[in-house]
């Protein structure tokens, strides 16, 4: 998955609309010159296909019990990036549209947040230039052939070395090499979370205006919440003195931001880890006496934890499994703290 994080902590149990970017990275499509011959090759090729076409698909999300269909309209056209629109076409009716700079959430006034189930899941390709360093904390392997929305697929394997990561079984379309489906699954082999394309519809061009919302004319009360992306911070990070002194293997820090959340008036910081697959988010904010959330919470294949010290807490939210977000909340400590060590 990706360093674009939103903090679903606020409200980790309630369900939503997904997430654009975790199904952007499962249907974006490369044009190939030849098929690839090994598994490092075959990631590579997924990987390439991000943000180059424009189409419209339907997809599946499948989290344990619940199930959910939705349609996403992608355009690649975009100069300085692409636009998306994601629609549920099951349950209440929600909505995100995504800029190069904006993410916009629209759901019913009633309903729970459209980013709380999927702003955390994503499916993070390796970019190409980091697939090499892979084999630290992964085997990959092909294994066979499938068949998915109608089109012949290459299966793929990507194996944790270890019980701190998810594995993912992939197949990846035979012709393009656009992820059709993608499984995550825990260490013992079953999965906690599942995409997978119905039907894909690519487009040499589209239409500006199926990319504008719909939903806020249709009579009924809607919510609207936009946010920025992060920006890291001219003057430091706020929460500065903390660093997490002992990362899991593998794992290495891809961003360092001061945001401003809905609801709060104090920034907050907000440090991003990943090991080239699996994202951490790490969030660092004042505590507030009203709050509760304390210790470990999970959503499918998202788990969360929390602690508070002086004040501060401290919310571990990733696509791992639970010890991995736990060990790494107990080791985030501030510089004035015995033994910490910084980074």
């Known amino acids: 998955m990706t360093a674009n994080a939103d903090p679903s902590w606020r409200r980790g149990r309630r369900r939503g609309a997904t997430g654009l970017l975790a199904l952007a990275l499962l249907l974006a499509n490369p044009a190939a010159a030849e098929t690839p011959r090994s598994a490092s090759g075959w990631l590579e090729h997924a990987s390439d296909a991000m943000g180059r076409h424009s189409f419209v698909a339907d997809v599946i999300y499948e989290q344990g019990a619940h199930v959910e269909a939705l349609r996403l309209w992608r355009d690649a056209s975009v100069a300085d990036g692409s636009r998306e629109r994601l629609m549920s076409l099951s349950g209440p009716p929600r909505e995100i549209l995504r800029t190069p700079t904006t993410t916009t959430y629209i759901s019913p006034t009633a309903a729970p947040h459209p980013r709380q189930r999927y702003a955390n899941r994503s499916l993070r390709l390796p970019d190409p230039d980091a697939i090499d360093r892979l084999d630290q904390s992964y085997t990959l392997n092909l294994e066979g052939q499938g068949r998915v929305a109608q089109r012949a697929a290459q299966r793929l394997r990507v194996i944790p070395q270890d019980d701190l990561r998810y594995g993912y079984a992939l197949w990846l379309d035979q012709q393009t090499g656009i992820v059709l489906r993608a499984d995550i699954l825990e ?27 719909v939903l806020a004319d249709e009579g009924a009360t809607f919510e609207r919440a936009t946010r920025g992306n992060a920006a890291a911070d001219q003057d430091g990070p706020v929460h500065g003195d903390w660093s997490l002194t002992d990362p899991p293997p593998g794992f290495t820090r891809q961003a360092d931001r001061t945001q401003a959340l809905p609801g709060y008036e104090r920034p907050v910081r907000h440090l991003v880890f990943s090991d080239g697959i699996a994202s951490v988010s790490v969030y660092i904010k004042q505590s507030e006496a009203a709050e509760a959330l304390q210790g470990a919470m999970s959503m499918g294949g998202v788990n969360i934890h929390a602690r508070t010290h002086d004040g501060v807490q401290i919310l571990v939210v990733g696509q791992v499994p639970a010890i991995t977000v736990e060990r790494m909340a107990n080791a985030m400590v501030r510089s004035s703290q015995p033994n910490a060590t910084g980074q």
Request: aromatic share 8%; charged share 30%; proline share 15%.
């Open 187 to 213: 260490p013992g082999g079953w999965p906690v979370e599942r995409f997978m394309v119905v039907e894909l519809n690519r487009r040499e061009a589209m239409d500006p205006s199926l990319l504008d919302p």
